[in-house]
């Protein structure tokens, strides 16, 4: 139980197109889901919190309209980058709580390219 | 302010041996922490957990340890195996941050050798 998916796995897109990445929860509601970003050899930075049918919380330091979060139901969470660039090369993890408090789980991560 | 550090960013370990893995933190309003491990490219996965009512959790071959005085809390495993190779972070939660946001130390990678 507990499983949480991406889609896609990875993507390569141009400079200045936005892409939008999928967060969902299979077998359980998510209240809350968070998006994450790794930057090689470095820790999983927190972006953002979203709760179910509310403005996502972003963390200090990211841009809320450039990484446009959307948490329209209990079971999927979106994360769109808009006008990519490649700066924003970077494996993007979401991960979903609501069934333990305290622990979430996390999905497979997205590797996103901007060329 | 890393307020969850692991401070050994590698550990090689032996087959059959103990792998200990220990992490600090500095926010004493932390009480609940977890430990993650994580494949490259993949994202991490949840091992164990330990609340600050408690001292020791086990679970199979897995056990935390939380010295609260210390702010200190360390994963062992035992025995050791290869495909416990991988990167495990340290998490922890509570205090101002609520304790749905969990925040992460940077990771130690441990491989173990056959």
């Known amino acids: 139980g507990a499983v949480v998916s991406q889609h896609p796995s990875w993507v390569i897109c141009k400079s200045g197109t936005s892409v939008k990445i999928e967060c969902r929860s299979l077998?359980?509601?998510?209240?809350?889901m968070f998006w994450y970003r790794q930057f090689p050899k470095q820790s999983l930075m927190l972006m953002a919190t979203s709760n179910e049918g509310s403005k996502a919380t972003y963390e200090q330091g990211v841009e809320k309209d450039k990484f446009l979060i959307n948490h329209a139901s209990l079971t999927l969470s979106t994360l769109t980058v808009t006008s990519a660039h490649p700066e924003d090369s970077s494996f993007y993890i979401c991960?979903?709580?609501?069934?333990?408090?305290?622990?979430?789980?996390f999905g497979p991560g997205t590797r996103l390219t901007v060329t | 302010d890393q307020q969850v550090k692991q401070n050994s960013p590698s550990l090689s370990v032996q087959e059959g041996r103990i792998s200990i893995l220990n992490c600090d933190y500095t926010n004493s309003m932390f009480d609940y922490f977890l430990w993650y491990k994580k494949y490259p490219a993949e994202g991490p996965t949840f091992l164990i957990s330990?609340?600050?009512?408690?001292d020791k959790n086990e679970d199979g071959r897995f056990t935390v340890f939380l010295n609260k005085s210390a702010k200190h809390l360390s994963l062992h495993i035992v025995p050791s195996q290869p495909g416990d190779s991988a990167v495990y972070f340290c998490?922890?939660?509570?205090?101002?941050?609520?304790?749905?946001?969990?925040?992460f130390g940077t990771g130690t990678k441990l491989q173990v050798i056959p």
């Open positions: 330990i609340s600050s009512i408690k």
């Open positions: 998490a922890a939660s509570g205090g101002s941050g609520g304790y749905q946001k969990v925040t």
């Open positions: 991960s979903a709580s609501g069934r333990v408090p305290y622990e979430q789980y």
């Open positions: 077998d359980f509601q998510a209240t809350t």
